[in-house]
């Protein structure tokens, strides 16, 4: 059985790892519970 | 699967640079987006106008902005007549995003900006959200929006019932 | 007695949905909880959702790029595509078979009896059309005078939406009757084909449509959880294919798009040893099924 292949998941890992870490540092999940509890009538196909 | 890490970075990057296509000016000169706070929304509803309505929106709310225009016709049209409007803004964080929308309608009539403070306080979880009050009292809250002629409807309506 | 990834589907649905004061509150929980986004399709703006939709979400930054960068807010959405690319690289699609309220949903309706029928296989390929126009590209470009784009797949698709949120904030708040339009329309009878379709149909809306799905899909071939598949050992029996929540044909080969990792041809339809998964390259014990005799 190959054992190789896995170090792109691993890059992959990572990467989004730090991809969600500059997100958080970036303020995101305030926008995100924002977005989520100041519920935009229009936008849910309402009104 | 080198084509859904490709696909991924694609997306991406469209991401990162499509943000830089149009960015908004912001003008300075205008109507200032003042900070308010709950107790403040309070004393809005105790002022002198009647009637008065109050909007509680968020930038990103496309049935709020449409509201907009409308509100300033009818302010320019009934201010005299003793109609206050006054819009404030619940997003979070900053009173920005509502400024470059005061700028680009030009809109006269006060907006603040209450963030999340005001939303708690009040209990809003739905937007655009009115409340109607006249003479001190809180006659109506409404959830959802109004279109260009039940606006004018109401006020019209309303102003007959005011002093 | 209940099978483990029931459990798992049951304790994720409620999880996902634990603010069970909306009848009294009459709207949604605003707690912090909600700067989190759960790994399933589970409407934030359901009254009882305790989590944000990652789908949700991501739009919205895709919607308001323009805006928040003019007001000096760099929001790319990278917190969400992090997320989704984490349990991506780590699981793949796993969370549809184990955490999503929507795949369960169709799973127990799927198992009313009629007569089952197969979706052609380009149909799959709808959801990532969904993805790149729907989720990514329309919420970009097509913007108003404001500089706002839409979430176009929440406004006018999600049958999530419609059923977690749309249909119970009306019945909470009555005066949201009044607004109810052409779009409102249309969400309900894309949600009611679906709801009739997964009678007939294995999980038609994770097939066809749903972009979330279709974002984790991309890294089946790439997580570090994988399933693997033993030519020599299968029969062509196609015991897997019968069983398979989402209708793949595993002895085509492991880990194909929709493949959501819900390891029921494992545990249950292959007899041949045929089928197995490894874990970052490791074989675990579960994963090593001894050939049983036919």
Not at chain 1, 2 to 11: A, C, H, L, W
Not at chain 3, 37 to 44: Q, R, T
Not at chain 3, 50 to 70: E, K, M, N, Y
């Amino acid at each position: 059985m190959e054992k190789s292949g896995y170090t792109r998941s691993y890059v992959l890992l990572i990467l989004f790892l730090i991809l969600m870490v500059i997100g958080i540092n970036a303020g995101e999940v305030e926008a995100v519970l924002e977005k989520a509890i100041s519920i935009c009538l229009s936008c849910i196909g309402i009104g | 699967m080198k084509n859904g890490m490709k696909s991924i970075l694609l997306a991406c990057t469209i991401v990162f640079f499509a943000g830089f296509l149009k960015v908004v000016d912001v003008d300075a000169a205008g109507n200032q987006v003042m900070s308010i706070d709950p107790a403040g929304v309070e004393e809005l509803m105790k002022s002198d106008n009647c009637p008065i309505i109050i909007s509680i929106v968020t930038s990103r709310c496309r049935a709020c902005r449409q509201e907009l225009p409308v509100y300033q016709a009818m302010y320019d049209q009934y201010k005299d007549q003793g109609l206050g409007i006054f819009v404030v803004s619940i997003d979070f964080g900053y009173p920005q995003a509502i400024q470059q929308i005061v700028d680009r309608l030009d809109l006269t009539f006060p907006v603040y900006w209450g963030g999340d403070e005001v939303m708690n306080a009040f209990g809003i979880s739905l937007v655009p959200y009115k409340f109607v009050v006249q003479n001190g009292e809180i006659v109506e809250q409404v959830v959802g929006a109004w279109s260009e002629q039940e606006i004018k409807d109401k006020v019209t309506g309303l102003l007959k019932s005011c002093p | 007695m209940l099978d483990i990834r029931r459990w798992i589907q049951i304790l994720a649905t409620v999880l996902s949905n634990a603010w069970l004061l909306f009848p009294f509150t009459k709207t949604i929980y605003q707690g912090k909880l909600k700067s989190v986004c759960v790994p399933g399709l589970n409407c934030y703006s359901c009254p009882a959702a305790v989590g944000s939709c990652p789908l949700g979400a991501i739009q919205t930054f895709f919607a308001d790029l323009r805006p928040s960068f003019a007001s000096g807010q760099y929001h790319l959405g990278l917190y969400v595509i992090g997320f989704l690319g984490i349990i991506g690289s780590l699981v793949g699609r796993m969370p549809c078979a184990w955490a999503c309220p929507f795949g369960f949903m169709q799973e127990l309706i799927h198992k009313i009896p009629s007569p089952k029928i197969e979706i052609p296989r380009i149909m799959t390929w709808v959801k990532y059309a969904a993805l790149v126009f729907l989720v990514i590209l329309l919420p970009i470009f097509v913007v108003d005078f404001f500089g706002y784009g839409e979430n176009w797949f929440c406004k006018f698709v999600c049958p999530a939406g419609t059923l977690q949120a749309g249909l119970p904030m009306i019945y909470l708040q009555p005066q949201l009757r009044g607004l109810l339009g052409t779009i409102f329309t249309v969400k309900l009878i894309i949600l009611a084909v679906f709801l009739v379709a997964m009678v007939f149909i294995r999980r038609p809306f994770c097939r066809i449509l749903c972009p979330l799905g279709a974002i984790y899909s991309l890294f089946n071939k790439a997580s570090l959880f994988r399933m693997m598949h033993h030519p020599d050992r299968c029969v062509l029996c196609k015991q897997c294919y019968r069983h398979c929540p989402m209708g793949v044909r595993f002895y085509e080969g492991a880990n194909q798009k929709d493949c959501i990792r819900c390891l029921q041809c494992l545990r249950t339809s292959c007899k041949f040893g045929a089928i197995s998964y490894e874990v970052g390259g490791a074989l675990p014990e579960a994963g090593k099924q001894p050939v049983k005799q036919s």
